[in-house]
């Protein structure tokens, strides 16, 4: 068949699209109305679950399951906007991978608000001026991100959603090479992602840590004899070079944030719970805080202390298992495991990112 023939089907096909993402979106704005007089949020992790699960099991093909759920990101991203604009939280300035993990989750269509420091994130999202927050938690390099495990000791913010994103780190100047480079900036966890190729590469290089690698960016995009570790967006940004691309030690490195906010997500039969508490100083006390899961066959997938800042050798422990906080067996658990702690809190129940 000719070309020409191909396009016109083509045509055709986005006329049908255009004409039923219209229908969708009006039927968006129906939803909208209701969730306003009942006082509801916008945004629902639990219906936007079972969106993204429909469509892979649906999907025969040829476009690659992300390919298809990335499309339906900015559908759903336009549809929340229509419903009622919504303002979400980051770690700026724009296209720090805080930025480009919230895209992902929200899409273009919503308002973004960047923050200087995580505690501004939960600042702007306590006091109503955001609906939600993105921060980053763990990678699966160097590990926690304490500061945001901090904020959740104190915060009341609910843990309402997850995203994990594959993050390539690259080294930026507006200079044209490696020899006349004295100073390289990036966030101190960066560093830590891209230790061995630093070693290697720029061993007599300062290292100046920075509160996020898109400011960096900004930063040296005047300085010369600088360089930035950042995304490849961050150098179109600020229009700078890519001297070396994918510089982090290890090829599959992960970021894992957390969306947080007033949202409290229903059962989607593929959850995560996240909770943090702190145990009586007695012999004993760590075997018997996590007794309760074994016995009610609870999968955990993290665990992590952090000191109290209250008292000396005080620990808060953050754990994050399988199942919603509103099954059974997990509410079993967490009963059970309340008995043998001095606190405890449930941070947040949400769907399991892929």
Known sequence: ?????????IDRLDEDISELLSKRAKLSMGIGKVKLKKGASVYVPDREKMIYNKLVANNKGP?????LKAI??????????????LKITYLGPPFTFTHLASLKKFGSSVGYIACNSITDIFVEV???????GVAPIENSIEGAVNHTFDMLIDSQLKICSEIYLRISHNLLSRDGGLKNLKKVYSNPQVFGQCRLWLESNMAGAE?????????????????????????LMAARKYGLKVLAKSIEDVADNTTRFLVIGKTRALPTKEDKTSIMFSVKDKVGALHDILTPFKRNKINLTKIES??????????YFFVDLEGHHQDKRVKKAISELNDECLYLKILGSYPMAS
């Open 1 to 9: 068949m000719k070309i020409d023939k191909l396009r016109k089907k």
């Open 63 to 67: 476009l690659s399951d992300d390919s």
């Open 72 to 85: 339906y990101s900015e559908i759903m991203s336009g549809s929340l906007n229509l419903e009622r604009p």
């Open 126 to 132: 306590e006091r109503g001026r955001a609906d939600y």
């Open 207 to 231: 290292l100046i840590e920075v509160p996020s690698t898109a400011k960096a960016a900004e930063i040296i995009r005047n300085q010369k004899g600088s360089a930035a570790i950042g995304s």
């Open 306 to 315: 952090r000191p109290s800042k209250k008292r000396p050798w005080e620990y």
